[in-house]
């Protein structure tokens, strides 16, 4: 059971998604005692949503364990920076270095399914030209996202995916917390959101803790629920 060392996980999902996607993760860390806060991603640019995961987490009291879904690794990654994060968990996610993008990571490996199913649209921005944000498209949905997913469940993720301003697959991450802070990864092996080798080369740089689900959608959080949230428990029992 928890006790007053025990970290609080914060959990930050990705692009096309929302807080909700975490639900059976939160169920399973809370049948174990383990605090939970899954706030939500602004998914408007690298430097302002690390801004605010950091800011999140530095609010809590006590030690805190970052998990980062998707893009939100490379949320966590910069955001981990906060001093009191003790701990970063990857899941199907980008581990960016200092000064690299997400583009920039992802243009070393071949590309995924995801990258040809954008669907791009606009949003206001104040004072300025309107800015461009993308989803997935809805028929290429469960095939990309969440191919070990009830269909009747994508058909719900697709209609409530959450867009990415495009700008954030150009912003740089200004630090690297794995550097200095222990790090867990779970590479999802059947992953057509994320090229699992870019993941696999994070999570390897990152000198991570890594496991690897074989035949795991991007969605492993909705899918497997189970051994995410263990890979989440041995980092909080890591760094208690």
Known sequence: MATDSTPTVVLVHGAFADAGSWSGVIAELQNHG????????PLRGLVSDAAYVASVASQIDGPVVLVGHSYGGALITVAGTAENVVGLVYVAAYALEEGESLGELQGRFPLSPLVSNLKEATYPVEGREPAVEVTIE???????????VPTAVTEVLAAAQRPLAAAAFEEKAAAAAWKTKPSWALVAGADRAINPAVE???AERAGATIVELEGASHAVAVSRPK??????????????
């Open 138 to 148: 809805p028929e290429a949905f469960p095939a990309v996202f969440a191919a070990d």
């Open 200 to 202: 696999r080369f994070g």
């Open 34 to 41: 383990i605090p939970v806060v899954a706030p939500p991603n």
């Open 227 to 240: 051994e995410v949230a263990e890979l989440i428990r041995d980092a909080v029992r890591a760094t208690s």
